[in-house]
């Protein structure tokens, strides 16, 4: 599988896609500290930096996945919420780069707030902009939690197929609903009892907006708890929670060319806030391939 990625951050989708032992082919990334750290990893990989001045079309057919965590400030609960009036508002620039490869699989990926910031009017036009493309979409709104990360973090993620794959895309949508229900009881609760959003589209009809909760208030916030406290896997342990964010292990080089201890320790902990989860991208990629 080839893979390119924009918005790149520090390489989250691009990590994801190196698990699965795909190509990177390229990235693209605005930010100084992300371009090191994507080049520092992927030297191979053609690296872009303005996304509104680059032409995607010499890669027009040969990308079979491109993913993109475009820009969740301007829905963010943490922000102003200006939605389209940010300058940071990028998924047509996004969507120009689909019309422009044309890869068989596009994944996005961005901020719960998307899915209700003014009526949900970005969150619908985002999957009816990739059904005018031809591809078929479903969203999902997953939590770090679901791969035991210890923190919370729902993200929407778009899964979009091109309608030659429209079967398949199903399938997709069947084997991720089908490994929540197999994990761990632990991992269960977290899914199933923690307020896990099931949002998806009939794209030949109306679409669908659905939420089921299972079990009290009470109950969601003992299975968050226990999740936290209890559950962590050892992949986790290292994760840098803790003050100092030295101590740990961020998973980023401090030997990026031309960045002082400084600028790496403030600069990483802004690039990690900024970041998808590898681990959830990775569930995704995994039920792509097996198709």
Avoid at 131 to 158: K, M, S
Avoid at 203 to 216: A, F, K, M, V, Y
Wanted: proline share 4%; hydrophobic share 35%; aromatic share 10%.
């Amino acid at each position: 599988m080839r893979h390119g990625s924009l918005f790149s951050g520090i390489g989250g989708f691009d990590l994801a896609a190196e698990w699965m032992g795909w190509d990177n082919v390229f990235h693209c990334e605005w930010n100084p500290f992300g371009q090191r750290v994507l080049k520092h990893y992927w030297p191979k990989a053609t690296s872009y930096h303005d996304i509104t001045k680059t032409d995607f079309t010499i890669h027009r057919g040969t990308i079979d996945i491109l993913t993109g965590g475009f820009p969740c400030q301007p829905y963010s609960a943490a922000g102003k919420r200006l939605g389209k009036e940010d300058d940071r508002h990028l998924w047509p620039e996004m969507l120009r780069a689909v019309r422009e490869i044309q890869p068989t699989y596009v994944v996005g990926e961005n901020v719960r707030g998307l899915t209700n910031w003014n009526g949900g009017m970005v969150f619908d036009e985002v999957q009816a902009d990739l059904e005018a493309q031809g591809y078929e979409v479903t969203p999902f709104l997953l939590p770090a939690c679901a791969v035991n990360a210890p923190h919370r973090r729902d993200r929407i993620w778009f899964i979009a197929a091109n309608t030659r794959f429209t079967r398949q895309e199903r399938v997709i949508k069947n084997i991720l609903q089908g490994r929540n229900k197999s994990r761990t009881k632990s991992t269960s609760s977290s899914l199933q009892s923690g307020n896990l959003e099931n949002v998806f589209t009939n794209t030949s009809d109306t679409r669908l907006q659905g939420c089921e909760i299972n079990g009290s208030t009470e109950t969601i916030r003992k299975n968050r708890n226990e999740l936290i406290a209890g559950c962590l896997p050892s992949t986790w342990e290292k994760f840098p929670t803790q003050s100092t964010i030295c101590n740990g292990d961020d998973g980023l080089s401090g030997k990026l060319d031309s960045i002082t201890f400084p600028k790496w320790r403030s600069e990483s902990i802004k690039a990690g806030g900024n970041a998808i989860v590898p681990q959830v991208a990775y569930e995704i990629f995994k039920a792509i391939a097996i198709i």
